[in-house]
């Protein structure tokens, strides 16, 4: 046990240190990070079933929520001293039991950072009530726009936050205002039990992580509009879309035809602005990504921008010019080769 304690100590460390998004352990495969959508080996020895189940056993002893289904099956979370929170996913693999482990970080991204306007700061420091949708597609930086706004209400408001989130992407600490975080599967067994008691609650400010159901957005429409005269709770909810129109359609797309009516009717009286993010570069507004990879930016950039430093930064940085001058020796000694290889060996005349 201490092997296995000490092998699981190791791997949350090294996930941590490097950064990657996701820790993979399945039988007949080795230990695999994943960054940036791509997996890398950890080790080159594989792992057994007997590594596998010693390894559940172990989180299992040292899990803080979460239950597993009869057949071993569920969403566990962990707290290791000094590395912070991990969500832990259990789950079947033809017939074997993989386990998959993700981080909470420890502090969220400050607002200043994010490359957001200020006037929506200004906006969001203003309302009391309401729906805040935060719109963006696969990885562009959604739950960590939230983690920011939270962080933000918290510096700006005395009162309480409540969060609901599928998985903790960081961890808050309290400033002027509370800050209690649901996990899904660990904190709380459901979408709607969480619901149930953040309505009990009756939070200043509730924040919902990866909205995708009718139910959960007809109760942040619903509950949470303006022209309710019993709210007195600002919602910022995040949901997978391309854009703000594709967002609404998605929105109306939730639901059947004949529940459409009222929810179109909410949207339409608390639709008010639109706020798009500021490159950091240019300072126009618009659409906002972030570098991924190993390009040396952590700043946000407009799509103009984007490509632009995506294709110059080699040129304009110490780790661009490095990986130019491998690529330059190893293309020196390739044309040589081949060279070598048209023309044969230089005959010497006796």
Known sequence: MEATEKFVLDLLQLMVTKGCDQVLLLAGSPPLWVAWRKTFPVAHQKLERSHIEAILRHILECKRGGILDAS??????????????????????????????????????????LGLSHGFSNYLDSVKSGLVLIAGEARSGRSTTMGALINLLSQQRSGHIATIEDRLHCMHTAAQSIVTQMEIGVDTPSWQSALDTVSQMKPNAVCMDAVQSAPVMHHAITHYSRTNSGCESLCVATMRASSATDAIQRIIEMFAPPDREPVLRHLANDLEERFCGVCMRCGAPGHIRHFPGPVPVTNSWCDRCYRITALTWPFTSLVGWQYLLKFGFIAFWVVRLIMYLISGPSSTKP
Do not use: C, D, M
């Open 72 to 113: 071993n099956k569920g969403r566990l979370a962990i707290e290791v001293p000094a590395l912070g929170r991990f969500r832990v996913e259990v789950f079947g693999n033809q017939g074997e039991t993989g386990i998959a482990i993700w981080h909470a970080s420890k502090a969220p991204r400050r607002y200043e950072t």
